[in-house]
């Protein structure tokens, strides 16, 4: 309560997920949730995260959220009573407005603009499917926004749910230590800054095309020992020379992306590459 006379408290994100199946969300370590950045986020305030069972919203006596489907064919679907009782139950827990997320194949493909608009968000509410989906009809009345992570089938929501999370989490403000960096992931923007944030000498870079708006992929990375039976590292690592790494590190991220994933330079203004361009599997650029 006396939180408005703190200058500098941020209330947590609220994040609720509806699912049949809770336990996969409990904090405790080894869950995924308890662990690395989700669990650094969640014990340091950042994140509020909870998970609650749409079976305890159900109606009848045998606690049933899903039956079968209109018309026949294999498999089961998730009723409308439980689950849109589960959503405004919880929505009216905090007085924040929600932003609805269902996790389903049919959605629109995650990418990082997505995870960084819903980070952006106080709260969200995430529904979990299982079984064959979950009945239109409360879809279309909650009126959520639809995502996928990707075209292969999982079993559940749940997985795609705690992707969304662990994603939406190393975003937000004060989560990530001076271990990590956010800025030089792959998929950030190319920037012509070190990993310690410096400013690269420019001439350093001097030839290095990196087209506006791309994303790079990360270079590799070596740690000790210097020598791991029988192979060497790169020898401009331990030159001394932090212009030259950088320009090595650039030069890596560049060709990774041209070898690997092209589709990715193929979205700012083109390289030279851009006659044989490779059909993307989906979309991951953005804006440019
Ligand atoms: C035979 C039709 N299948 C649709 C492709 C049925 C079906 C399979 C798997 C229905 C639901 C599921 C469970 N998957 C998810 O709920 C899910 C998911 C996924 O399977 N892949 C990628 N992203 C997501 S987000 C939710």
Not at 93 to 113: C, H, I, K, M, N
Not at 239 to 265: C, F, I, M, Y
Request: glycine letters at 10%; a negative charge; aromatic letters at 6%.
């Amino acid at each position: 309560m006396l939180y408005g006379l703190l200058p500098h408290y941020h209330p947590p994100m609220r994040i609720d997920v509806l699912t049949t199946f809770p336990e996969m969300f409990y904090p405790t370590p080894p869950g995924a949730m308890g662990v690395s950045i989700p669990g650094r986020a969640q014990k340091a305030g950042i994140l509020e995260l909870h998970a609650t069972n749409i079976r305890d919203y159900t109606n009848d006596k045998y606690n049933k959220t899903d039956d079968r489907p209109y018309g026949g064919g294999p498999g089961m679907v998730m009723m409308c009573q439980p689950v849109w009782d589960a959503v405004t139950a919880v929505e009216a827990q905090d007085s924040r407005p929600a932003t609805r997320v269902y996790l389903s194949p049919q959605g629109t493909p995650l990418t990082q603009d997505l995870v960084e608009s819903l980070a952006s968000k106080p709260r969200l509410v995430m529904i979990a499917g299982h079984y064959e989906g979950i009945d239109e009809r409360v879809i279309e009345r909650l009126d959520p926004i639809e995502i996928s992570i990707g075209d292969y089938i999982l079993s559940g929501g749940e997985l795609a749910a705690m992707v969304l999370i662990d994603a939406i989490t190393r975003t937000l403000p004060g989560v990530l230590g001076h271990g990590d960096s956010a800025l030089e992931d792959s998929f950030s923007h190319a920037n012509t800054t070190n990993p310690d944030g410096s400013v690269i000498n420019p001439k350093a870079l001097k030839g290095l095309e990196i087209p506006a708006g791309a994303k790079l992929l990360d270079c590799p990375h070596y740690t000790r020992p210097q020598v791991w039976d029988g192979m060497e590292i790169p020898p401009v690592l331990t030159s001394g020379d932090h212009n030259a790494v950088a320009r090595w590190r650039l030069e890596q991220r560049l060709k990774r992306t041209q070898d690997r994933r092209p589709d990715l330079l193929e979205s700012g203004l083109s390289g030279p590459e851009s006659a044989d361009s490779v059909d993307s599997p989906g979309e991951i650029c953005d804006d440019a």
